[in-house]
Structure formats: C-alpha cells, structure tokens
C-alpha cells in the first residue's frame, strides 16, 4: 500500500506501548462452527482478508527517531500467519508479535464434530467492530471459494484515502427521534447500548435515540460527567481482590514470561488449565488467560429486555449494574476495608460515522470510565437508575470523546506516555465491551439457513469475544448476541485467580444480575 511508511495513531500507539509479553494487548474472538473445514480454502480465505486490510498484512518499526511507524511487509514475507490446527477445546489469551508477524493469528481447535474458529487481533490494529467485520469477510470470501464464485464482486474495495483519516476524531451529531412505544423501546435501547461499546453498527449506533430534553438538563448532564471524569483522572480505582489475598509470586510471573517466549507453536502451553495455588493459597504455576463463558438463552434474553424496557434503561445498563455489584460484593468477601477505592468500569465507546463504511480494519473507539463506591452501589435499583442516567450522557453528548482529545496531546510525546503508563497501574477495576447483535449486522450479506450463517459446509453457531487484560485491570468481559443468545465470554489475570475464583466470580455476577431481573 502506497500509505507506508506512515506513522501510529494516537490510539494504535497506546496499545503499542501497552503491550507487554505477560499483558499481551491483544483480544481473541471466537467462532463455533459445525461441519468440516476445508484447509486449503481457509488458508486461502485468510490471506485474502489480509491483503483486504493494510494494518493486518503490516509490520511496526522504529522510525529512526524513537516512535513506531507502520511499514508495509518485506518482500517474499507472509501476509498472513499459517493457520494452526489443533485437537483441543481450550481457548487462551495470546500475544502478537508486530515487529515479526501480522496483526491476526487464528487458530482451529476441533471439539468431536464441531470446530471452535479462534481470532486473535493485537489491539494495535483494530478494534471490535473491525475484527468482526474481518470475520464476516472471511466467512464470505470462504462461502464463495467453495462455490467457486469470485468474492472480488461481493466486496467493495476500501477508499484508501480514508485510511489516512482513521486517527481524525470524530464528533457525531445528535439525532433525536421521538419517544419511542414500549413495545418499540427495545431495539432503540439496545442502539444506546451498542454505541457506547466497540462493536456496534454505525447503522445501529444512533446515540441518538434518546427523548430531547431541556438545554438546562443537558448542561447540568455534561458538567456532572465533566466532574466524574476529573474524579477519573486524580483517583485510583480499587483492584479487583485476589481470593485469600494471596498475589501471584515473581517466580510464577517469569515462569509465564518464559513460557511464552519458548512456545509460539506450542499447544501443550496455550491450553494448560488456568492457576493453582499451593496449600497457602499462593499462586505457584500460572498460565495464559482462559476465556470463560456465561449464556442466557432467548428467553432469558427476552425478560432482560423487558425490564431494561420497564426501567427505561438498556440490556447494557443492567450488565454495568451487575458488574459493579459482584465487584464490590467480590473485594468485600476477599478483602474487607482494604479495598474502600470506588470501583471503575472502562467502556469502549464506538467513534465510527456513516462514511466509515469505506474504511479498512482499524480502531474508531474512545472510553469512557464509571466509578462507583460501595454506598452507592448497596441498593441494586438506585444503582441502576444513576447507571442509566450516566451512560445516557455518554451517549447523547458523546462525552468519551474527551479521552481521545487527550491521547492525541499526549501522544505527541511517547515517552512521556509510556512513563505514564508504567506510573499510573491500574486504569479500571474491569472492562465491559458489548460487541451488540452480530447476526443484526450481518443478515443481508451472508447465506442464512435454519439461523445459522453458511459458508460453505460450515454452520456458524454462534460467535463472541472478550477485551484484554492489563496490568490491574484483572477482570475483562465481552458481550454479544447471536442468534437471540447472550454470551459473556470473560478474561481473568492468571496471576490472581484460579479456575474455581473465576467461576465463582461470574457466578456472583449472575446472581447480581438476578437481583435485577428475576427468573434468570
């Protein structure tokens, strides 16, 4: 591509300083399949997705003068990494490599008849929204090499100018719509949800279908969040506790440095099952994250949009509210009034536009942090309603705006923000990213039989995916919903927790969210 060398967006750049050999920046998606794969046409579908996006099928360099820039990849280099085939179910956090290797590696990992489809993206290269749309073009190109179709007709080529405006910030507009009915109030709730997460459709992402309200009310909205984000800026969130308070020792630590750098192609490594402790509770052996999942079906589905519809607040507010409730309700089991901090949830919040439609792979995305304290979040109900009050200020006046405003001042100084970032620790207690209603997105353009996507003899049943971790952040949950189910796939710090902490964790959380919303 014409375009490199070229150098980092302030966003890509924060992910590349943050990007650490135990704290990979790097996020996996996952795709269950039903069928049987043909190798040489998934290989062949993934160098062409590749070759579609110039940040995947490129490579970070020093320029000379101390920063990264991208640069194009040599000459006789692959494009894209060789899939790996492996007989296994386990699904872990894994590193990428940009000075060596593109931005995507996938791996197949076979479970009796079906195919567990797992993408690994460095957050360096794009976000949510992009990796989905990397996957549902592999699907297509996949469905069409398999009919023996040209997949060059099906997909639009990007604008390659807009590839230089990726790093522009962006200010959506507003656009109010009436009041909706209770019966239509769902659907413009979850549009709220998805626009203040990473993955949601700039069709869908209308911030937008809030009521309008008075001018006064508006102002008071934004200086009350101009407030928070001050409080943001100069405290610290509380960590999420180890159980027994016991933290992961330094040997276990280089164990796991030293386990990732001796097995890039090694199965055993990646699918170890997550940390033990030893009969003093510390953690003595610690692996790769391991993605754990939650479900609600349909119906249960169904009863949360009913209430979140009663409340006048979205799927997305309840999943917040219960987050923040098995947090603090988790640091009050394991560890008392050591852990008195407010607790804060970072959301990615969706940045694109309409004529983003044209643009490649790439991160179009802010934050916005929550903070609570234990007080105000002992009753679940006025919890939710200041939830709701504040996500919906978010959305309106897209007040997580302001984080990418001071990453572009920042980034004009990288050494001051990598310092930054080795000083401050911990940003959030947790992250909650919604990747919203995947099969919404993508009904019109892929084959669809008995509510499965087709691509070739392959079922696609159902797809999620989870943030990274970072160092204090030790707790990262990502939501999606395909084919009328909501998943929660979950990534917890090695180091801290073990298999049993984690379940129970998530099984706090889904009791909180029961407090909301009975019969779950």
Known sequence: MSAFPCPLAPFEQLMWLD?????????PIIGELRGEVDRELAQAALEAVCGRHPLLAARVTDNGAGRPQWVATPAGAAKANAIEWREDSAIAQRGLDL?????????????????????????????????????????????????????????????????????????????????????KSSNAAESVAANLNSASDPDSSRADQLPQVAWWRRLRAVWSHLANAL??????????????????????????????????????????????????GV??????????????????????????????????????????????????????GRKSRPVRVMMPTNQRIGEDRQLSATNVLSYAMLDRTARESAVPAELLDSVRRETAAIARHNLSIRFMISLGVAGRWPRLLQYALKRRGSWATAVLSNLGDVSRRSRKRYRWEGGCLVAGDLRLEAIY??????RGTRVALGVSVFRQRLTIAALFDPRHFSADDQEEFLDRFRAALAELVGGL
């Open 19 to 27: 990007d650490h050999a135990d704290y990979p920046m790097a996020f």
């Open 99 to 183: 000075a060596i290797e593109s931005g995507v590696q996938v791996e197949f990992l076979r479970d009796g008849d079906r195919w567990r489809m797992v993408w690994h993206f460095h957050h360096c290269c794009c976000d949510g929204v992009g990796a989905a749309a990397v996957i549902g073009e592999w699907l297509l190109i996949y469905d069409a090499l398999a009919s023996g179709r040209d997949w060059r007709g099906e997909l639009k080529a990007f604008d390659e100018d807009s590839f230089a405006r990726r790093a522009r910030i962006r200010s959506r507009r507003t656009q109010r719509v009436p009041r909706s009915s209770p019966a």
């Open 231 to 280: 409080r943001v800026v100069l405290t610290k969130p509380a960590e999420m506790a180890s159980a027994n308070g016991n933290l992961a020792s330094d040997h276990a630590a280089n164990a796991l440095r030293a386990a990732r750098s001796t097995s890039a192609g090694s199965a055993a490594t990646n699918t170890q099952g997550a940390s033990r402790r030893n009969a003093a």
């Open 283 to 336: 953690i003595e052996r610690v692996s790769p994250a391991i993605v754990r999942l939650r479900h609600w079906e349909a119906e249960q589905l169904q009863s949360l949009r009913r209430e979140a519809d009663a409340r006048g607040a979205t799927v997305n507010d309840l999943l917040l509210t219960s987050l923040v409730r098995a947090l603090h309700t988790w640091n009050q089991r394991y560890a008392g």
């Open 465 to 470: 995916g989870a943030p990274p971790i970072r």
